[in-house]
């Protein structure tokens, strides 16, 4: 599948905001962004005044971005969070909440969400007893995430027990490290979600 080989940090410096596509160097004096904070490129400090349109689409690619979803998936979720009876963005929003990878960076098994998605990838996570390798695949409510015995002594498993607690979870997930074990205990509202993205703008972009 393709997948954006770049360096992420042009990615943040493009948004104009930090995304945390790089752990813990996000939230060091070494992020560029805290260095450069304007976007990459020789127009980056005099780009023109952001127009409607424009401001649209750099939310949905921020969020795109954030949870490192490639267009046409995105745009897949979007229409899937459409036919849904509520608001499409909190749908939206709670569809890409509920993706394994990002369910596993949420509790704090990842430093990021790249770095979640390959460890999903490698097997190491079952769901509800099953192994499951598809960063993509969506939880559910009641759901049991677990990483695979024989992978609990893996380096960043045995980083995530020894770290646990330093990571805010969100409520609606259960962490227990001693078991390495995640609860899903339901799919997130929208007040639980902490992505710094207005949904509506993607859904205006979206609707045109």
């Known amino acids: 599948m393709a997948r954006y080989t770049g360096a992420d940090c042009k990615l943040c410096r493009r948004e ?5 596509l790089k752990g813990a160097k ?6 560029p962004i805290e260095i450069r904070p ?10 023109p005044k952001d127009s409607e349109y424009l401001l649209q689409i750099r939310e949905k690619q921020k969020a795109r971005r954030i949870y490192g979803v490639l267009e046409r998936q995105f745009h897949g979720y979007y229409e899937e969070a459409a036919r849904k009876h509520g608001m499409t963005g909190e749908t939206l929003l709670q ?3 509920s993706r394994l990878d990002n369910v596993v960076y949420r509790a704090g098994f990842a430093k990021s969400r790249d770095m979640a ?3 999903v990838r490698h097997g190491h996570f079952l769901v509800n007893g099953t192994k499951v390798d598809i960063p993509s695949y969506r939880v559910t409510e009641n759901d049991v995430v677990e990483v695979r015995a024989k992978s609990h002594e893996l380096t960043p498993m045995i980083i995530a027990r020894a770290e646990a607690g330093e990571r805010i979870v969100p409520a609606w997930l259960e962490v227990m490290p001693d078991q ?3 609860l899903v205990h339901a799919l997130p509202a929208r007040a639980q ?3 710094q993205v207005q949904e509506q703008l993607i859904v205006e972009y979206y609707s045109k």
Request: hydrophobic share 25%.
């Open 193 to 195: 979600i902490d992505t």
């Open 38 to 47: 304007y976007p990459p490129g020789e127009h980056g400090r005099n780009r």
């Open 180 to 182: 390495m074990r995640i």
């Open 117 to 119: 998605r390959q460890l």
């Open 16 to 20: 104009k905001v930090k995304l945390f």
């Open 26 to 31: 996000c939230d060091s004096p070494k992020c």
């Open 95 to 97: 569809i890409l909440e």
